[in-house]
């Protein structure tokens, strides 16, 4: 079983930052790929960004150069830096990964975390 915690969250205004943690743990024997969602009220869950086991990043168009995601693979813990926030940017952040795990390292699960509640003033 792994599971992931989110912290980090909370409350900045309009063109401040915050940064998010998600740390993995578990029999993880290999994390695939990590990633940030994020869900607004009355939205859809959407994909902020990813970032592979090799360092391949990618961002959704809204957030490209705002935001930066990174991991510490050996702490198997990533991150997510929130630069220049806008309201528009208010949601529930979840991270997810795709985990091999050490009871079946050929296979692989999905794991969400539980979510952390970013929010910005205007």
């Known amino acids: 079983q792994v599971q992931l915690v989110e912290s980090g969250g909370g409350l900045a205004q309009a063109g401040g930052s915050l940064r998010l943690s998600c740390a993995a743990s578990?029999?993880?024997?290999?994390?695939?790929?990590m990633a940030w969602y994020r869900q607004a009220p009355g939205k859809q869950r959407e994909s902020v960004a990813t970032?592979?086991?090799?360092?391949?990043?990618n961002y959704a168009d809204s957030v490209k150069g705002r935001f930066t995601i990174s991991s510490d693979n050996a702490k198997n813990t990533f991150y997510l830096q929130l630069n220049s926030l806008k309201p528009e940017d208010t949601a529930v952040y979840y991270c997810?990964?795709?985990?091999?795990?050490?009871?079946?390292?050929?296979?692989?699960?999905?794991?969400w975390g539980q979510g952390t509640q970013v929010t910005v003033s205007s």
């Open positions: 970032i592979s086991s090799g360092g391949n990043t």
């Open positions: 578990g029999s993880i024997f290999k994390i695939n790929v």
């Open positions: 997810y990964a795709i985990v091999a795990t050490r009871s079946s390292p050929s296979l692989t699960y999905q794991y």
